[in-house]
T-cell receptor, first 111, second 112 residues
């Protein structure tokens, strides 16, 4: 069945370090892919998305490229800030109905 | 534009008691989702509504969980009776076209 696997955390980085959170997926057809972010005490917020192969989603300095050949959608940021500390979830939907989320990766950025 | 509203934000109950959560989606959003998020895990879909009809409830424990969306707007999720393993955050989300979900702040349930 459809599923998402993302790297386990927690991840701790110093401010201005580079970030990569790996995400791979299993799906039939051509799913849409998402990264959601959850700040402490809040609900999930959409960070970025890509709906077809080779699309690059970007927002707030974060980027992820839909790689069909490697079934991946890794999240990257060149220089993290303390305010980026949160839990990040990779997700997919094959049809726009059922959504599948990864287990989340906790990121802590220290000054 | 107002976001997805949920209440209560926190609830503590004893096992075998009942509890209800309320969700008001973004105005005009036809699709409404209820998720269960256990600590350290990703959200798991419990039920999805399209207007006031159920699209998917395959992972809803129907012996104790029920949900309704009267008039295709707000929705209520109920647990009766609650078990210890129901302790989780219950998230409501809504969607206009099915490809992007907007989440509420969640209800944190603790069953003792």
């Amino acid at each position: 069945g459809d599923s998402v696997t993302q790297m386990e955390g927690p991840v701790t980085l110093s401010e201005e370090a580079c970030l990569t959170i790996n995400c791979t997926y299993t799906a039939t057809g051509y799913p849409s892919l998402f990264w959601y972010v959850q700040y402490p005490g809040e609900g999930l917020q959409l960070l970025l998305k890509a709906t077809k192969a080779d699309d690059k989603g970007s927002n707030k300095g974060f980027e992820a490229t839909y790689r069909k050949e490697t079934t991946s959608f890794h999240l990257e940021k060149g220089s993290v800030q303390v305010s980026d500390s949160a839990v990040y979830f990779c997700a997919l939907t094959p049809t726009g109905n059922q959504f599948y989320f990864g287990t989340g990766t906790s990121l802590t950025v220290i000054p | 534009e107002a976001g997805v509203a949920q209440s209560p934000r926190y609830k503590i109950i004893e096992k075998r008691q009942s509890v209800a959560f309320w969700c008001n989606p973004i105005s005009g959003h036809a699709t409404l989702y209820w998720y269960q998020q256990i600590l350290g895990q990703g959200p798991k879909l419990l039920i999805q509504f399209q207007n006031n009809g159920v699209v998917d409830d395959s992972q809803l424990p129907k012996d104790r969980f029920s949900a309704e969306r009267l008039k295709g707007v707000d929705s209520t999720l109920k647990i009766q009776p609650a078990k210890l393993e129901d302790s989780a955050v219950y998230l409501c989300a809504s969607s206009l076209a099915g490809d992007e979900q907007y989440f509420g702040p969640g209800t944190r349930l603790t069953v003792t």
